[in-house]
């Protein structure tokens, strides 16, 4: 929890959130309760949701509004920059050494935004948002562009679901091209709308530095949003147009992503405006925190089009997800067997094709290469600290991805608490 | 209208209902519904809209027939074997009776077990009924679970 989830760019939220000063949500960055906020010089705050007097939580419920932040125990008050401003009875520190005026809500120290998704870590040091990204900058810049008025905005609701396993086991999974027919065969056959092998062999799937993945040309949008030719699209091609011009437009609609990883905290389609956070809880308990996006200058029906997709993918009841987290806690709760301390992950080991921008792409879309990817990085987030816990060791690049050949480790990974 | 143990024609049909669902027969309790009928549960207390807000469940006939379908399936890995339920139906008010439908207001607490695990659900549920010659059709649920904004674990049974 230390050496990961307090070290990556962890992805909190989206700008549309928080627009107005003192606008405020509230989420965890691993174990760390944290408070994010719109300051009233306009810049976003991320603080440590923890009173620096007696520990109590200070923001309460997921979002809010408020001009000072507000302790409901003693009545400690701080500014949106988390500054203390506030307190009863001050004369009562006179004498204590430490001065009251220093004690004000942690900020965590690094909080950037790209295309105005929210991005923080933990760590003082480390590399920077845009070289941590790397070529998976084009997942969100493809998700934005796909918006005739160039921005997105958080809208429809959040689902909210859980499962007694690893948070490892969605990130895993989403990439995942052979489960489909398997896990959701009860979906595929109920609704009878499944992929043959063929479709998931020849998907694109790449990995990137720091456990980063996505998978690319897998649907047109033919197969699962409104027909090219239906007038809503032609709408909103025309929209976009406007914005883009068509060559642009051609180059934005022909991007197909499906998922795009971002490790270790968060999961989204561009193409589908969903995107989804991954909170690890304890080591067998996850919650994921699943967003819709709205396209600004985007036809009302296309939000619809998102809104029931989100419904069908990420509901609670879905009939896919619900598969999803079924297979998940068997795994969990299989992974204890004692007799087997191995999983095989080599789909596709040995076949990995060096790609633009030092990514590498599986040899099919069904190679186990992101899982590699993922765990690859995580051994190298762990090392980082080394056992003497070297905490001023700067958060280094894994290289997972510029190795031509994967660590032997990761083809039969031990399953890492 | 009341029979002779004095339980209205509203009642018995919601009574009926949740019978057909505690009992696993879920192509009966289809058959309940109309061909234009929803079945929703809301993500969030007091949602107005359907279309432009994301629902725990929000499916036409034709999408309550996948979910139901899904059952059936072998490899239905969440569902095989489905939960087994109570749905203990209370407090039932009739709000609006036009003649041609009914605007029926209940509370329902459901208790759930499914592998080693039980789970305990408190809603309020509003159906619309339209009368037809042989009796009362669903033409619209709406479940309204004390927990929907709620993290809460993958939902298979059927409210």
């Not at chain 1, 005739?148 to 690893?166: I, S």
């Not at chain 2, 009642?11 to 058959?31: K, N, Q, T, V």
Request: glycine share 8%; with cysteine.
């Amino acid at each position: 929890m230390e050496r990961l989830f307090g070290r990556a760019w962890l992805v909190l939220g989206h700008e549309s959130q928080v627009l107005a000063p003192g606008d405020f949500l509230t989420t965890r960055m691993g174990r760390e309760p944290v408070i994010v906020v719109r300051h009233v010089d306009g810049s976003i705050q991320v603080l440590v949701n923890r009173c620096a007097h007696r520990g109590s939580r200070v923001c309460e419920g997921p979002r809010g509004h408020a001009r000072q932040l507000v302790c409901p125990y003693h009545g400690w008050t701080y500014a949106t920059d988390g500054t203390l401003c506030a307190l009863p009875l001050a004369e009562g520190y006179d004498r204590s050494p430490i001065g009251v005026e220093e004690l004000g809500l942690r900020r965590v120290p690094r909080v950037e935004t790209y295309r105005g998704f929210i991005f923080a870590s933990l760590a003082p040091d480390g590399p920077s948002l845009l070289e941590f990204l790397g070529p998976l900058r084009a997942s969100f810049d493809d998700l934005v562009e796909r918006a005739p008025a160039g921005e997105v905005e958080v809208a429809g609701g959040v689902f909210k679901h859980a499962y007694r396993g690893n948070w490892k086991l969605v990130l895993e999974n989403h990439n995942d091209g052979v489960h489909p027919a398997f896990v959701h065969a009860s979906s595929i056959w109920a609704a009878r709308n499944g992929a043959p092998w063929d479709v998931w062999e020849k998907t694109g799937l790449w990995v990137a530095r720091y456990g980063h993945s996505w998978m690319g040309d897998y649907h047109d949008d033919t197969r699962l949003v409104a027909a090219l030719d239906h007038p809503v699209f032609r709408e909103y091609r025309a929209a976009l147009e406007r914005r883009l011009g068509p060559e642009r437009t051609a180059r934005v609609l022909g991007e197909l992503r499906w998922n795009s990883l971002v490790y270790p905290s968060c999961s989204f389609m561009s193409q589908f405006r969903q995107l989804r956070i991954i909170h690890p809880i304890a080591v067998d308990r996850t919650v994921v925190h699943a967003y819709s996006f709205r396209l600004k200058g985007a036809p009302q029906q296309m939000f619809r089009d998102t809104i029931a997709f989100a419904n069908v993918v990420n509901g609670t009841a879905s009939p896919v997800l619900t598969d999803d987290l079924e297979v998940y806690e068997r795994v969990q709760d299989a992974l204890t067997a004692s007799r087997n301390e191995w999983v095989e992950l080599g789909r596709g080991h040995g076949g990995d094709v060096p790609d633009r921008d030092g990514t590498l792409r599986g040899r099919t879309g069904t190679s186990e290469i992101h899982i590699r990817n993922q765990l690859a990085a995580w051994l190298e987030y762990l090392d980082m600290g080394g056992p003497e816990g070297r905490a001023d060791a700067p958060a280094m690049a894994p290289q997972s991805a510029q190795r031509s050949e994967a660590p032997r480790q990761s083809r039969n990974a031990p399953r890492p608490a | 209208m009341t029979d002779s143990t004095g339980v209205s024609e509203v009642e018995r049909f919601l009574y009926d209902e949740a019978a057909l669902l505690d009992g696993g027969r879920l192509d009966d309790w289809l058959a309940l519904f109309t061909d234009d009928a929803t079945y929703w549960i809301p993500l969030e207390a007091g949602q107005q809209d359907q279309l432009t807000s994301a629902s725990i469940v929000f499916d036409d006939r034709r999408l309550l027939g996948i979910r139901v379908a899904q059952f059936t399936h072998p490899r239905a890995h969440a569902r095989m074997p489905a939960p087994r339920t109570v749905h203990q139906v209370g407090n039932v008010r009739v709000l609006a009776d036009d003649g041609h439908e009914l605007r029926v207001r209940s509370t329902l607490v459901m208790i759930e077990f499914r592998r080693e695990r039980q789970r305990t659900w408190g809603a309020t549920v509003e159906h619309r009924l339209r009368r037809i010659p042989d009796g009362l059709r669903i033409a619209a649920k709406r479940v309204d679970l004390v927990n929907a904004e709620g993290e809460l674990d993958g939902i298979v049974a059927i409210f």
